[in-house]
T-cell receptor, first 112, second 109 residues
Framework: IAGITQAPTSQILAAGRRMTLRCTQD?????MYWYRQDLGLGLRLIHY???????GKGEVPDGYSVSRANTDDFPLTLASAVPSQTSVYFC???????????FGPGTRLTVL | GQNIDQPTEMTATEGAIVQINCTYQ??????LFWYQQHAGEAPTFLSY??LDGLEEKGRFSSFLSRSKGYSYLLLKELQMKDSASYLC??????????WGAGTKLIIKP
């Protein structure tokens, strides 16, 4: 793989179900991010990780959890999905600081 | 609070020039990013400004005024493929990006 990948591409999920969105990068970037993008709103940061083994909360962390066991992977888990979590989710990575962020192709999630 | 303002939508003609403005107010400032996002795709990096002035990169240029909390993206010789959303984002004191809602640019032949 080259760059940053996400899986699945899209998913329809029943409310109350647990779901993990996967994100993998092969650029050896220290920092990784999860955003959600909703119509009419800017990208909003859910969680981030500045380096393997550490994570932090972004602007909208409630209902989501992350882990960073190694440099490459940064999964996002919805413990019990709700309809308001219907969104497009983007994973991104960077060398941190003021370096540009590279984005994965996104996961379109619909919670019914 | 933190706020990024940019126009929701703009229309321009193929071959023309368009300027997309962005004003920002964030807790601390470590630079201003512009990204391009085609419909249904991921954002891709266009430019980064941290010092006042104009940075030119081919048909695209980006300007920053830190004292005014203002930036613009200038697109010259517009092509149909430039139809996309343009996202302005400010890097705050924690090195987190605060994003505007994006400006949808429509190019007409």
């Amino acid at each position: 793989i080259a760059g940053i990948t996400q899986a699945p591409t899209s998913q329809i999920l029943a409310a109350g179900r647990r779901m993990t969105l996967r994100c993998t990068q092969d650029m050896r970037h220290n920092a990784m991010y999860w955003y959600r993008q909703d119509l009419g709103l800017g990208l909003r940061l859910i969680h981030y990780s500045n380096t393997a083994g550490t994570t932090g909360k972004g602007e909208v962390p409630d209902g989501y959890s992350v882990s960073r066991a190694n440099t490459d992977d940064f999964p996002l888990t919805l413990a019990s999905a709700v309809p308001s979590q219907t969104s497009v989710y983007f994973c991104a990575s960077s060398d941190g600081g003021n370096n540009e962020q590279f984005f994965g192709p996104g996961t379109r999630l619909t919670v019914l | 609070g933190q706020n990024i303002d940019q126009p929701t939508e703009m229309t321009a003609t193929e071959g023309a020039i368009v300027q997309i403005n962005c004003t920002y107010q964030t807790s601390g400032f470590n630079g201003l990013f512009w990204y391009q996002q085609h419909a249904g795709e991921a954002p891709t990096f266009l430019s980064y400004n941290v010092l006042d002035g104009l940075e030119e990169k081919g048909r695209f240029s980006s300007f920053l005024s830190r004292s005014k909390g203002y930036s613009y993206l200038l697109l010259k010789e517009l092509q149909m493929k430039d139809s996309a959303s343009y996202l302005c984002a400010s890097l705050d004191s924690n090195y987190q990006l605060i994003w505007g809602a994006g400006t949808k640019l429509i190019i007409k032949p």
